[in-house]
Every structure is written in structure tokens, then in C-alpha cells.
């Protein structure tokens, strides 16, 4: 199984602009969630999928985030305009059945610099 | 202004020695709880998990142990290796609902 895999790796941009984070998640996996990671405040879920139908948007910080999830193989992360404090590394994480009763199986992430 | 990160908590041991991790979980409406570990460089990997009705769980050099009276969750590391050092977060699903909440994690640093 390849696991989870997230592109690309590293982005660096300048404030303003359009940035696209893509994940690919563990086939048959029926949930997909975006997190971003930061040392101010950890892990925070910012949106989660099921059955490519986004059910929770909360932590999505403003207009300016947008996550799609056209079919089961694939989801993006949108920050329109970025900013520099968007710069973190934004993982995401795949779970069979949802997280009540099975563990999220985590990308290695893309992390990104807004200058 | 220049931004403050999270200072970890860092726990350091001997080679060879067991490590304790400690977490305080705050809703009691959790119920399903899970250990990761997080290498540099990568993302969070999943270790052991546990449910509510349990108290404990093993795994291979790893142990959960559960305490929903006083929310602590711990995490025990047999006959450390270099390989173990990380950061280790542990992470709460609430009944009902979906999306784990993580901790802030534990530095662990393994000296040979």
C-alpha cells in the first residue's frame, strides 16, 4: 500500500498568491481530512470529507481557505490569496469508516512558506 | 513581531530504559484514543490505540494505559532504541463525532 501522498513536498510563494496543495489518499479509504501543523498551535483540523462530500468545514480559518474533493482518489487544498501566516506544513490523512472507529493514516505532508 | 512557539515537553532516557509519555485528555465524551509518532520530516504515525472500555493495551514494546476517571492517557515504551526518539502526540475522537483532536505532543529524546 502506497499510504497516503501528498504534493508537492515544499512550496514557497509570495503573499498574494494562489496556492494548491494535493493529497491522494489510501484506496478505499472513505474519509479525508486536512490538518495544518504549526509550533503556535499544533495539529488543527481544518475540513474533513466523506464519501467526497465535505461534512465538517469549521476549522477552516477563512474565505480565503477552500477544499474540494472531486472523487475518491483525490482532494485539494486552495489558500487564495495566501499569506504569510498560512506558511505552516498542512498534512493530509485518510481513515476506513471514520475516525470513531479507526485511525487516520497521515501523508508526509507539504510544507509551505508565504514570504 | 517575532511569533512564540510551543515549548514540548521533552523527556529524555537512556538507550535500553523504558519511557513513560503522559497525556491529560479534557471531554469525557471521548471515547476512542491513539497514540502517533512524529519524525522530523514527516507526518504523524500511528502507534496504538485503545477504546473507552479498555484500561489497557498492548502492543509490541508499546503499552496504553487508560485512566477515564482522572482523563490520563499514558503511553510506555519498552527497552528504548535510538529509532524511538520523536515527538509522540496522543489524540481523542469524541463519541458521535469524526476528527481526531491532538495534544501538543512530547519530545522524546533517546541518549545512547
Known amino acids: 500500500d502506497a499510504g497516503v501522498i501528498q504534493s508537492p513536498r515544499h512550496e514557497v510563494t509570495e503573499m498574494g498568491q494562489e496556492v494548491t496543495l494535493r493529497c491522494k489518499p489510501i484506496s478505499g479509504h472513505d474519509y479525508l481530512f486536512w490538518y495544518r501543523q504549526t509550533m503556535m498551535r499544533g495539529l488543527e483540523l481544518l475540513i474533513y470529507f466523506n464519501n467526497n462530500v465535505p461534512i465538517d468545514d469549521s476549522g477552516m480559518p477563512e474565505d480565503r481557505f477552500s477544499a474540494k474533493m472531486p472523487n475518491a482518489s483525490f482532494s485539494t487544498l486552495k489558500i487564495q490569496p495566501s499569506e504569510p501566516r498560512d506558511s505552516a506544513v498542512y498534512f493530509c490523512?485518510?481513515?476506513?469508516?471514520?475516525?470513531?472507529?479507526?485511525?487516520?493514516?497521515f501523508g508526509n505532508g507539504t510544507r509551505l512558506t508565504v514570504t | 513581531g517575532e511569533s512564540v512557539g510551543l515549548h514540548l515537553p521533552t523527556l529524555s532516557v537512556q538507550e535500553g530504559d523504558n519511557s513513560i509519555i503522559n497525556c491529560a485528555y479534557s471531554n469525557s465524551a471521548s471515547d476512542y484514543f491513539i497514540w502517533y509518532k512524529q519524525e522530523s520530516g514527516k507526518g504523524p504515525q500511528f502507534i496504538i490505540d485503545?477504546?473507552?472500555?479498555?484500561d489497557k493495551r498492548q502492543g509490541q514494546r508499546v503499552t496504553v494505559l487508560l485512566n477515564k476517571t482522572v482523563k490520563h492517557l499514558s503511553l510506555q515504551i519498552a527497552a528504548t532504541q535510538p529509532g524511538d526518539s520523536a515527538v509522540y502526540f496522543c489524540a481523542e475522537n469524541v463519541r458521535g463525532a469524526d476528527g481526531l483532536t491532538f495534544g501538543k505532543g512530547t519530545h522524546l529524546i533517546i541518549q545512547p
Open positions: 485503545i477504546r473507552s472500555n479498555m
Open positions: 490523512a485518510s481513515s476506513f469508516q471514520g475516525t470513531a472507529n479507526s485511525p487516520l493514516h
